[in-house]
C-alpha cells in the first residue's frame, strides 16, 4: 500500500517561488517513477513533471519548462517540485503521483497512486 502526502502548497504573488514536497510511505520507493500532475479551476489533469527511479531520465510539460523542476531523495523516499516565475495560469491543485516502473511516462497510467493534492495560488 502507497500513501503519498503532499506539502508546500500557498498563495503567492505572480513571479515568486514555491516548493512542493510528496512524502512517500510504502516499500521499494526506489521502484517507482514519481510524477506531478495539477489539476486548474475547470480543467481536467495535467502533466507538470516526471522522474523516474535514479533521477537518469526527467520530463516536464510544455507549460512549465524551464520554470519548474522535479527532484527526489531516495534515501529520505521524498520527491520535491521546485516552481519559479509563477503565473496566475499556474493557479492550481497539485497532485504527487507514484508509478511502480522504473521508466517515467509524461501521462496518467492505470497502476497510478495519488496524493490528495496540495493547493497552489497565484495571484498578479
Request: net charge negative; glycine share 12%; charged share 20%.
Amino acid at each position: 500500500q502507497v500513501q503519498l502526502v503532499e506539502s508546500g502548497g500557498d498563495s503567492v504573488q505572480a513571479g515568486a517561488s514555491l516548493r512542493l514536497s510528496c512524502e512517500f510511505s510504502g516499500r521499494s520507493f526506489i521502484s517507482y517513477s514519481m510524477g506531478w500532475f495539477r489539476r486548474a479551476p475547470g480543467k481536467g489533469r495535467e502533466f507538470v513533471a516526471g522522474v523516474n527511479y535514479n533521477s537518469g531520465t526527467i520530463l516536464y510539460g510544455d507549460a512549465v519548462k524551464g520554470r519548474f523542476f522535479i527532484s527526489r531523495d531516495n534515501n529520505k523516499k521524498m520527491a520535491h517540485l521546485q516552481m519559479n516565475s509563477l503565473r496566475t495560469d499556474d493557479t492550481a491543485t497539485y497532485y504527487c503521483e507514484a508509478l511502480l516502473s522504473t521508466v517515467v511516462v509524461a501521462g496518467e497510467e492505470d497502476g497510478d497512486d495519488w496524493g490528495q493534492g496540495t493547493l497552489v495560488t497565484v495571484s498578479e
